[in-house]
């Protein structure tokens, strides 16, 4: 996350109240600080307005360890759009500005705009490339069984971020490496915040994902139970999961988003290396549902580690 001029504007602002109290500014002086502030703000516009914005047409905004990230992130490597890529640590943006990842901002002349949730950004994909890019994006093609298999996909998804956060969260040195604490990638006044803050930030996260011990029992079942019927959909020894030679994005929305627990090898292609916990001690009860579920289906298993090892790779040239 870069600290951008309409950043450090926001900043000023909030801190109105704080500076006229600090320095006990009579009205004049504060209604000054407000003209001030009025000002600049209108400059910034006027600015955004005569210099047309730089940088790449495609801009993702992620985190590291990401499974809906990775949905997207593996989509347009495979796809081979060229774009450019923001780390952050994402729950501050949550916090703070209730801005979630991934995001994709696109850039057309002097217009920037952006596109939020994975299901989304896919659909700007197709719609964008499919024609100029043919058959290299026909993985993305929105069929009408592809998107009821992706709702489900995605609701999964939410189960598995509440999986992960009911056994991390009680581990402040475990959370805050997920979070980025140890990439060097990411700014260092953020990785300073996540830690002071991470009190108030573990309290926000429990609310958010409504965690507690009978969630986690319903959670875990039903991630089971979709996993028991991906397992019998994969039985009969397919290459995708709705059939046919190739495979689509229903296929690596499963693998990205079952990353974070099979922890497979190329997981993120070098991207989230920093924030994925190999070689950190987890949780003996994480633990154990992990190797459970390894061995409850093991064709959803090499189904997702054939497509790590054969398809997941760095963008194309």
Same mark, same amino acid.
């Given at each position: ?95 703070? !500005?209730? %801005? ?18 994975? /299901?989304? &950004? ?6 964008? =490339?499919?024609?100029?890019? *043919? ?6 093609? /929105? ?7 992706? %709702?489900?996909?995605? %609701?999964?998804?939410?189960? &598995?971020?509440?999986?992960? =956060?009911? @056994?991390?969260?009680? @581990? ?15 700014? $260092?006044?953020?990785? +300073? ?27 875990? @079942? ?17 290459? !995708? ?7 689509? =994005?229903?296929? &690596? +929305? ?14 993120? $292609? ?10 950190? $001690?987890?949780? /003996? *009860? ?12 093991? @064709? ?7 497509? =790590?090892? +054969?398809?997941? +790779?760095?963008?194309?040239?």
């Amino acid at each position: 996350m870069r600290i951008g001029r309409r950043a450090v504007h926001t900043v000023f602002v909030l801190s109105l109240p704080l500076i006229v109290a600090a320095f006990g500014l009579s009205f004049g002086s504060a209604a000054m600080l407000v003209i001030v502030a009025l000002l600049w703000r209108w400059a910034l516009a006027l600015t955004a307005m005569l210099a047309p914005p730089e940088g790449a047409e495609l801009r993702l905004e992620t985190i590291g360890a990401s499974h809906f990230v990775e949905k997207v992130r593996w989509s347009m490597d495979r796809l081979g759009v060229p774009y450019t890529e923001e780390q952050n640590v994402g729950v501050l943006g949550v916090l703070f !500005a209730g %801005r979630t990842v991934p995001k994709l901002h696109i850039r057309t002349g002097r217009v920037i705009s952006s596109v939020g949730n994975s /299901p989304e &950004i896919l659909r700007y994909l197709w719609g964008r =490339y499919a024609t100029e890019y *043919g058959e290299r994006a026909a993985f993305l093609e /929105p069929t009408t069984e592809a998107l009821a298999l992706e %709702r489900r996909l995605d %609701r999964y998804g939410v189960n &598995i971020q509440q999986w992960i =956060y009911h @056994h991390i969260l009680p @581990h402040r040195a475990l959370t805050l490496h997920a979070w980025g604490a140890d990439d060097p990638r990411l700014p $260092a006044w953020q990785r +300073t915040a996540n830690d002071v803050l991470f009190p108030l930030l573990r309290i926000f996260m429990r609310k958010v994902f409504n965690l507690g011990a009978s969630t986690h029992v319903k959670v875990v @079942h039903h991630v089971e139970e979709f996993l028991g019927e991906m397992e019998i959909r994969l039985a009969d020894g397919r290459t !995708a999961l709705l059939g046919g030679d190739q495979i689509g =994005y229903v296929d &690596i +929305t499963l693998a990205a988003l079952s990353g974070l627990w099979l922890m497979p090898e190329n997981y993120g $292609a070098g991207k989230a290396d920093a924030t994925i916990p190999r070689g950190l $001690a987890l949780p /003996p *009860g994480m633990k154990a549902e992990m190797q459970s579920w390894r061995g409850r289906f093991p @064709h959803v298993v090499a189904h997702i580690e054939r497509l =790590y090892a +054969t398809e997941r +790779t760095a963008r194309l040239a």
